[in-house]
């Protein structure tokens, strides 16, 4: 019998790269936790989504080990990265996945695009304890000081209370100073104007991906949206079981 | 006045590009139906899952004009090929929106992999009718003959009965034989042994995604792999929000 407390084993990725500001915050922050193993893309993988490599083969290599850190990188995508560092590297189920910190909003609609909470939804499929962190500013300087506190704090909770099989958490979090932590739900919108159009020189057209986002409901004040518009983090439960049970019975009623 | 009752407008893509036997038997199909605008990946786009093109541009080009149809193929994701038809390509929102048919299955946790679904959850999330077709087949010669009377049938009956917004349908057949259809929730379960490992000629290893899909309900009869392996098509409602609706009282009262 002993008394040590074993430390929690920590996986974590993210999609905007191994040597992104925000990894290296959230490694940090992790290491006061827990014992952390890194697998990280070798290079931005932002919107990957969900997305696998299936063409063509991956590889990952070790960048560092130190007390407490094992660093990797991978050259798929941020799930690529859960799936291999689960298959391939760890000896046990990891007690807790976090991805991010992302540079740049993955609340509303953005949670299906986003590569950071796709590697959060491979995580919570394979029955690992998974949170997405992420803040509402795309530079690669973004301001992380205000956040850090409340990143431990979501994770510590997490920990203590454990979530269902299938649900995660995604947590967005406002530049500059916060109010406080709203549990939220996934606010309705979408993307408009998404291109932008441009000729190369030999005449032909290209598409750069742009857009704006419309709020379809900016008024609800229990959308992660609202959230962060006034200044809170927003913490979404989060699920991989996409099925509109509402539905069914409509559905079955169609007579098929 | 007039008695003409006015075709619908049908936006075709899938994930395994634009050569592939099943996108062609959609669009035969489909031309039954409604006027046809096909925009496909130009190769293969297995696994994309909503990932978009954001690091480099992407390009369409028209491929084929003809009464009732309209082919283009696209340098991007399946999700990609979606919103640049929306955006650049048609003068007005389309009335469906179907993808496939995929050579694969797409039930279970697939959808959140499927570049099929991926552009389904892209249309729903632009407020338009969309379904995504798949077969557990995943050879290049799948038999799609049994399937397509019911692909035309499902078509009729969504576009009859209308969705609402956030709401689209995962649509998977077994092969061979059909029983009937069953309208079902997404099975729980996940991919393990995920990766083939092996070693190029200068000695480093790589790893192939493969791997084995383990259902963790097969008793149960509601869900979409129950009905694929009893020989029935499996129609899942599906939906773009991924809110854990049952948790956010239980994530409050953590007390963050």
């Known amino acids: 019998m002993t008394n040590e407390i074993k430390k929690p084993l920590i996986l974590i990725t993210n999609d905007d790269g191994d040597t992104a500001n ?3 915050v959230l490694t940090q922050l992790m290491m006061q936790i827990g014992d952390v193993i890194v697998m990280a893309p070798d290079g931005p993988r932002s919107a990957q989504s969900n997305a696998l490599t299936v063409t063509h083969p991956i590889r990952f290599k070790k960048l560092e080990e130190r007390e407490g850190l094992i660093r990797y990188s991978c050259t798929g995508t941020p799930t690529d990265c859960v799936k291999l560092a689960l298959n391939e590297v760890l000896d046990r189920k990891p007690d807790l996945l976090v991805s991010g910190i992302n540079h740049g909003s993955n609340a509303a609609i953005n949670v299906i695009y986003s ?10 499929e394979n029955g690992i304890l998974s949170i997405g962190f992420s803040i509402v500013d795309h530079s690669l300087n973004a301001d992380f000081s205000y956040f850090k506190s409340y990143v431990l704090q979501i994770t510590r909770s997490a920990l203590a209370n454990g979530l269902p099989y299938g649900v995660c958490l995604n947590v967005n979090s406002p530049c500059g100073e916060i109010k406080g932590i709203r549990v939220s739900r996934q606010c309705v919108g979408h993307w408009d104007k998404e291109f932008a159009k441009r000729t190369d020189p030999q005449g032909r ?3 750069w991906l742009t857009g704006h986002f419309e709020n379809h409901e900016p008024e609800a004040l229990d959308t992660d949206e609202w959230a962060l518009a006034n200044g809170y983090i927003s913490v979404v439960p989060t699920k991989i079981d996409l099925t509109a049970y509402d539905m069914i019975e409509t559905v079955a009623k169609w007579g098929l």
């Open 115 to 124: 590569g950071t909470m796709g590697a959060v939804l491979e995580g919570c």
């Open 205 to 207: 057209s290209y598409f």
């Open 22 to 24: 925000g990894i290296e």
